[in-house]
Each structure stands twice: as C-alpha cells, then as structure tokens.
C-alpha cells in the first residue's frame, strides 16, 4: 500500500512538474514575443518616422541659412530632440500603444485632411523664414530674447508631455478608439483640448527661438488653423464618444483658459 501510494505521488510530482514547464515555456515564449513586437515597433518607427523627422529639421532650419554657424538653430534643436528622446523612451516602456498612435498621419475625416493640407504652408514658413532672416540680417532678437522663447518652448513641450500622461488616446489624427473614455481630469479639467494650447505655445514661440521677428507672423496663422481643428474635431467626438457632449457643459473653455 505505501509502496503504491509512493508509486502515484511520484508520478502526479512528474506530471506536475511537466505541466510547470510546459506552462512556464509558454509565458516565456509571450513574454518573449511581446518583447520581439515591441523591438520591431521602434525599430520601424526610429527608421521611417524619427530619422526622417530630424534630417527634415535639419533642413528647414540650416539650409535657407545657408551655414551650420546659426547658433540659434542648434539651440533649437536640442531643445527640441532631447524632450523628444525621453518622451519617446517613456512611451516606449509606459505607452507603446499610445506612441503607435502619434506616429499616425493619415486623417480619416475629410475636414481634417483639408486643415491639415492649408496648415503645412504655415508651418514652413514658420521654419523656413527664420534660415532666411539669418542669412539676410532681417532681423536681430538679442540673445535674451531667444533664450527666453526656448524658455517658453519647453514649457510648451512640458505642457505637451503631461498631457500625454494623462490621456493615453492622445492619437494624431482626429479618431475614436474601441473603449475610448472621455479624460475629464488634471488639465482636461481645466480646457477640452490641452494638447494644442501646449501646440499653440510651441509654435508662436519658435520663431523668436530661432531668431526671427519675420517668422512670428506666419505662426500667428496657426492661431486660424488650431480653431478650425478644433471645431471639426468636437464635431467628431460629439457624434463618436459617448459622454463628450455633457463634458462640453461641465468644462466651457477649449484651449485658452478664461478666454476660448
């Protein structure tokens, strides 16, 4: 009888273990191939979103100046790449999911392909002119005021970040996911859109940062363009997300506290 009993725990402790390592081999093997996913997911993006992003920079600002000494360039950039790196770094290990979403560029609604068209003049002129404005001596911002708009810059990009923490739906394109919920909450409680009055900041701020007095007027028409946005946009999440049109009631500003 003992003998039996010591028969059939053994043989259950050798089941056992087979079904441990069996099970174990498969958490592994997803663990593995989520991390393999993901590997593959930045990969992709570094060399189809990221590289490009930043030798078009390089070109927008250092080409129309016609040399690399534009001390105001560089300044920029590296106000501009070393938040981009640890906000792409978080996401990557907090958010891919949210990261996937800002690398979207296709517009699904009609409005939104047309404001975004009409914008990308505005933006390179904004980019563009400031190269021009060094080359030619248009313009001369002392060096107070450029440090005091990167200043302002990278509150705008801080603004930007939090947001990102806060709303993991934050996509690039104006959509609505599956079980999207509507984010009421830190600066969502304060205006509906706090992603474009971090943009807003960003962009009318960029030009003084570069060195250029000329190019603050065509930043000024994003101004046009962000209310067009936004108008379209609320449109959509009205229709699509349950519960946006009683937010709307509860937070009454947009993008500008106090004032739209």
Partial sequence: MVKRISTILTIDRQHFWRIFIIVNSSFAGGIMENIQKSNNMVTRLILTKVIPA???MLIVIFLPAGTFNYWEGWAYLLSLMIPMVFVFNYLIKNDPGLLERRMKFREREKEQSLIVTLSYPVILLAFILPGLDHRFGWSHVPPAVVVLALLCFLVGYGLFFMVLRQNSY???VIEVSESQKVISTGMYAIV???MY???LII???SPLALGSYWAVIPALFMIPVLVARINNE???LQRDLPGYAEYMQKVK???IPKGW
């Fill in 54 to 56: 930043i030798v078009a």
């Fill in 192 to 194: 509906r859109h706090p």
């Fill in 234 to 236: 609320e449109k959509v």
């Fill in 203 to 205: 962009y009318l701020f």
């Fill in 170 to 172: 934050a996509s690039r």
């Fill in 253 to 255: 500003y947009r993008f």
């Fill in 197 to 199: 009055m971090s943009i």
